[in-house]
């Protein structure tokens, strides 16, 4: 018998070159390609770039030390430094980083750089002026969040929910059998159930779409302490304000080192509910698939299983509903993380707002396979049908709530209709044909008499097809 010493071991070198760890930047990586032009390592750096050559731009506009403004050719050049941020700029840092160990101190040595060979030398020493890391950090973080969300994530959210509303209003008619505890209820239609979740995603869209992009711009402990030092005469919580609110953003005057973060914990904890209220949609529609109420539409050339050729999986749910749930607790651990620092600065927060693109990638797939999952299923009508056709007993609200009624305004002697009904369809299955004769028998007026027995499971949904259309 060979021992396991004996077996020669297998190699544990790759001939691989690097691969990407994360499915984002693997398989998936075309559906959340664009969240990379705002949230990746490259997207921040840019972004950098951006305040340190506006916060520039700022200072010379002002005349501070003895600076006149620049013109407008050399306004042009130097913003040109982050439009045309590009491979040789991220090439730049990655070696400059290798060397200082800090990322943003490289994009100050880039800015720098190029102040040099624009010819702009004169201003050279504003570059970062009385700035700590986190005032570039926390503007770069809510320009590129604030962008990735506003022009990439909430456009797609929109699309989803816009698909809801039109599948609502679609099947705002198509009476189906409710299952409440899983169990037959009150009918109601597909299309109203539909537009709840529409309803509830606008809710939280709205709040979204309110959200606030904070940044500070206070020096080192929030102070301005460096700054007022350079130039005591200065208004500087102004030019900040103005400098802040100028690219977009909200200003936040009272701070420690970091800006506090909390506009990103709400925005999170939001992103978070629609993704909760969203996974909810993927089970439920699931769920309505496994029921034979929503047929799949074939994909020419799609394998549903590697065995049996019948099956059709409903794959982009389920996909949906792993994302969903990977992205929530992403978003759960952001929030949770960022709300607090270690007096006035510790490290936590610089790692964990790296994964912030996870986060939204992850959501992301899951809002592109929602999408196409919407578009890949059709209404199978008659199954809905032939499931309310076996279920009249649902109609016993209906009945046991008229005799109320009927008694209510003395039109009948009946005592405890609620029992009565319960006695009758509890734990059985009662066909339409036992309903109407027992309607029939009922000591209620004729008026009543005849509503009920107009009834069906079909026909019981209420006002469930107006509250879809506003009709």
């Given at each position: 018998?060979?021992?396991?010493?004996d077996?020669?071991?297998?190699?544990?070198?790759?001939?691989?070159?690097?691969?990407?760890?994360?499915?984002?930047?693997?398989?998936?990586q075309?559906?959340?390609s664009?969240?990379?032009d705002?949230?990746?390592?490259?997207?921040?750096?840019?972004?950098?770039?951006?305040?340190?050559?506006?916060?520039?731009?700022?200072?010379?506009?002002?005349?501070?030390?003895?600076q006149?403004?620049l013109?407008?050719?050399?306004?042009?050049?130097?913003?040109a430094?982050?439009?045309?941020?590009?491979?040789?700029?991220?090439?730049?840092l990655?070696?400059?980083?290798?060397?200082?160990?800090?990322?943003?101190?490289?994009?100050?040595?880039?800015?720098?750089?190029?102040?040099?060979?624009?010819?702009?030398?004169?201003?050279?020493?504003?570059?970062?002026?009385?700035?700590?890391?986190?005032?570039?950090?926390?503007?770069?973080?809510?320009?590129?969040?604030?962008?990735?969300?506003?022009?990439?994530?909430?456009?797609r959210?929109?699309q989803?929910?816009?698909?809801?509303?039109a599948?609502s209003?679609?099947l705002?008619?198509?009476?189906?059998?409710?299952?409440?505890?899983?169990q037959?209820?009150?009918?109601?239609?597909m299309?109203?159930?539909?537009?709840?979740?529409?309803w509830?995603?606008?809710r939280?869209?709205?709040?979204?779409?309110?959200?606030?992009?904070?940044?500070?711009?206070s020096?080192?402990t929030?102070?301005?302490?460096?700054?007022?030092a350079?130039d005591?005469?200065?208004?500087?919580?102004?030019?900040?304000?103005?400098?802040?609110e100028?690219l977009?953003?909200?200003?936040?005057?009272?701070?420690?080192?970091?800006?506090?973060?909390d506009?990103?914990?709400?925005?999170?904890?939001r992103?978070?509910?629609?993704?909760?209220?969203?996974?909810n949609?993927?089970?439920?529609?699931?769920?309505?698939?496994?029921?034979?109420?929503?047929?799949q539409?074939?994909?020419?050339?799609a394998t549903g299983?590697?065995?049996?050729?019948?099956k059709?999986?409903p794959?982009?749910?389920?996909?949906?509903?792993?994302?969903?749930?990977?992205?929530?607790?992403?978003?759960?651990?952001?929030?949770a993380?960022l709300?607090?620092?270690?007096?006035?600065?510790?490290l936590?927060?610089?790692?964990?707002?790296?994964?912030?693109?996870?986060?939204?990638?992850?959501?992301?797939?899951?809002l592109?396979?929602?999408?196409r999952?919407?578009g890949?299923?059709?209404?199978?009508?008659?199954?809905?049908?032939?499931?309310?056709?076996?279920?009249?007993?649902?109609?016993?609200?209906?009945?046991?709530t008229v005799?109320?009624?009927?008694?209510?305004?003395?039109?009948?002697?009946i005592?405890?209709?609620?029992a009565?009904l319960?006695?009758?369809?509890?734990?059985?299955?009662?066909?339409g044909?036992?309903?109407?004769?027992?309607v029939?028998?009922?000591?209620i007026?004729?008026?009543?008499?005849?509503?009920?027995?107009?009834?069906?499971?079909?026909?019981?949904?209420g006002?469930a097809?107006?509250?879809v259309?506003?009709?």
């Amino acid at each position: 018998m060979t021992r396991a010493a004996d077996r020669p071991r297998r190699s544990t070198v790759s001939n691989f070159p690097a691969q990407p760890l994360s499915p984002l930047d693997g398989r998936y990586q075309a559906a959340v390609s664009a969240l990379g032009d705002f949230l990746s390592e490259a997207g921040l750096n840019r972004a950098r770039v951006e305040v340190e050559v506006e916060w520039l731009i700022t200072l010379t506009d002002r005349g501070l030390f003895g600076q006149s403004p620049l013109s407008d050719a050399e306004k042009d050049s130097l913003r040109a430094l982050y439009r045309d941020f590009g491979q040789a700029e991220i090439d730049w840092l990655a070696e400059r980083e290798a060397v200082t160990r800090h990322d943003v101190k490289a994009v100050e040595y880039l800015v720098r750089d190029r102040l040099s060979s624009l010819g702009l030398d004169r201003i050279a020493e504003l570059t970062h002026f009385a700035l700590t890391s986190e005032d570039v950090n926390s503007t770069s973080y809510a320009l590129t969040v604030q962008r990735a969300v506003t022009q990439v994530w909430l456009p797609r959210l929109r699309q989803v929910i816009e698909r809801l509303r039109a599948v609502s209003v679609e099947l705002a008619d198509a009476a189906m059998l409710a299952r409440t505890h899983g169990q037959p209820a009150t009918p109601t239609t597909m299309g109203k159930e539909i537009a709840v979740f529409a309803w509830r995603l606008e809710r939280v869209l709205t709040q979204l779409e309110s959200s606030e992009y904070l940044a500070k711009f206070s020096g080192a402990t929030g102070t301005w302490s460096a700054h007022l030092a350079a130039d005591p005469d200065a208004d500087w919580v102004e030019i900040s304000r103005g400098f802040v609110e100028g690219l977009g953003l909200g200003f936040n005057k009272l701070t420690t080192q970091i800006e506090s973060h909390d506009w990103q914990v709400e925005l999170y904890d939001r992103a978070r509910h629609a993704g909760g209220i969203l996974h909810n949609l993927a089970t439920d529609v699931w769920t309505y698939i496994s029921l034979g109420y929503f047929a799949q539409i074939p994909v020419a050339g799609a394998t549903g299983s590697s065995t049996m050729p019948h099956k059709i999986n409903p794959i982009r749910f389920e996909n949906a509903e792993a994302n969903l749930e990977i992205a929530g607790g992403l978003f759960q651990t952001l929030a949770a993380t960022l709300v607090t620092s270690r007096l006035q600065r510790d490290l936590t927060d610089s790692t964990t707002q790296r994964n912030i693109g996870v986060a939204f990638g992850h959501s992301l797939l899951a809002l592109d396979n929602l999408l196409r999952g919407l578009g890949e299923i059709s209404l199978s009508r008659e199954v809905l049908l032939a499931d309310l056709d076996t279920n009249w007993e649902v109609l016993a609200e209906a009945i046991q709530t008229v005799i109320r009624a009927e008694v209510v305004a003395g039109r009948s002697q009946i005592t405890d209709p609620y029992a009565l009904l319960k006695e009758l369809t509890r734990g059985h299955r009662v066909g339409g044909a036992d309903l109407a004769e027992f309607v029939r028998g009922l000591d209620i007026g004729d008026a009543a008499k005849e509503r009920l027995l107009a009834l069906t499971p079909a026909t019981y949904t209420g006002l469930a097809a107006s509250l879809v259309t506003g009709a």
